[in-house]
């Protein structure tokens, strides 16, 4: 049983709070992704997890038993690093044989488990080589052979894509998911990236200032943000700023239909994905006139600027979706369905009064 949970963990540093009060539990034989801008405290999240930090207060439980004492190398959790961490001058094989050997294996049996590892991560044509003869992609996949050698309970990774080109690294993402899932082991990345979590991730966390602001599977962390923070660090996303009113939202001069559930006259900020926002000629609420101020085509989807009545705004459909082309200069109107509307509270708003 490999499930993990951390109850209220925190970390201080001198007078930073790296991590704040997080309570998590990672399901057993899923992959969780800690999604956050750079500072947000992942790392230092995961070090907690590993062992090699220990927290200020709070617990971790690893299959309901407390192992927030519990030194790193007693946790049986394999960890990949952002550089690796390989030995440069031993061969792919003597990498892998490496940790083997120090976790008390017989030389012929880490023979056997370096070869059956190499076949796992695709590397076994690569067993004489030395480190320094090997692509970025090659190299991670002997640290994650190196630390699926200890047969861990759980697996940590972070940031294990950072070294690659962007090409190699959606490969490496998927290759390495595919692996997860066929181990069946517990594992959690950490990440800056939202591609990177929404391709690997069952479970996103997504942070920022040390703390948890939304835990989900990356469908729903898209399409049902919790804050405009999430909103807009995952996926594209139009704001206003408004005050709920009967039957929806006043922002500048105009009225949004829409069904907030807050008091009236709450402030609030509203976020629409490019995406859902509509250049059609459907009949609809919330029609706004609007100028084109610029369009690029990205291939299976054109983006379109917008100046309107609420302020700048981006709208990406398919070319198909608009009933004609739109060019620089040109007036027309964009329909922004009430449902595809979310709308927060404003917590800067809600402090400054
Ligand atoms: P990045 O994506 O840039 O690696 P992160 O989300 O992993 O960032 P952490 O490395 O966990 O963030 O850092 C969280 C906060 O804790 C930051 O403000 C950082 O400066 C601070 N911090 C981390 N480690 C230490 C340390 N050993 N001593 C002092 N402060 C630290």
Redesign the pocket.
């Known amino acids: 049983m490999s499930g993990l949970v951390l109850k209220g963990i925190s970390?201080s540093?001198?007078g930073?709070r790296?991590?704040d009060r997080v309570n998590l539990t990672f399901a057993e034989g899923q992959l969780t992704a800690l999604l956050?801008?750079?500072?947000?405290?992942?790392?230092?999240?995961?070090?907690m997890i590993a062992g090699l930090?220990a927290p200020s207060s709070g617990s971790l439980l690893l299959g309901g038993r407390d192992i927030t004492g519990l030194p790193a190398h007693k946790r049986k959790f394999g960890m990949v690093f952002q550089n690796f961490a390989l030995f440069p001058h031993l061969t792919v094989r003597d990498n892998v044989a490496y940790s083997l050997h120090i976790s008390g294996a017989s030389r012929t049996k880490a023979a056997e488990m370096a070869k059956r590892l190499l076949d796992l991560v695709q590397l076994s044509a690569f067993g004489d080589r030395r480190i320094g003869e090997l692509s970025g992609g090659q190299r991670q996949r002997v640290a994650i052979a190196r630390a699926l050698a200890q047969e861990p309970e759980v697996f940590l990774l972070?940031?294990p894509m950072s070294a690659l080109d962007a090409k190699l690294r959606e490969e490496m993402q998927v290759e390495l998911r595919l692996l997860q899932q066929r181990l069946g082991i517990t594992t959690v990345v950490?990440t800056?990236d939202q591609r990177e979590a929404m391709t690997m991730a069952d479970s996103i966390v997504v942070?920022s200032n040390?703390r948890v602001e939304q835990v989900g599977s990356p469908q729903d962390i898209y399409h049902h943000p919790d804050n405009a923070f999430v909103a807009d660090f995952i996926g594209k996303a139009n704001f206003f700023d408004g005050v709920t009113e009967p039957g929806g939202i006043r922002v500048g001069p105009m009225h949004l239909s829409a069904k907030p559930n807050f008091v009236r006259g709450s402030p609030v900020r509203v976020a629409i994905r490019p995406e859902r926002a509509c250049l059609d000629d459907e009949p609809g609420e919330n029609r706004l006139s609007a100028k084109v101020t610029f369009v690029r085509d990205l291939g299976p989807v054109r983006e379109y600027h917008l100046d309107t009545p609420l302020g700048a705004m981006v709208v990406e459909n398919a070319p198909g979706e608009v009933r004609k082309s739109l060019v620089i200069g040109d007036r027309t109107e964009v329909r922004l369905p009430p449902e595809a509307l979310h709308v927060f509270p404003d917590p800067q708003a809600a402090v400054a009064a």
């Open positions: 970390k540093f001198g930073t790296a991590v956050g801008p750079s500072g947000c405290g992942k790392t230092t999240l995961l070090r930090e972070d940031e950490v800056h942070m040390g």
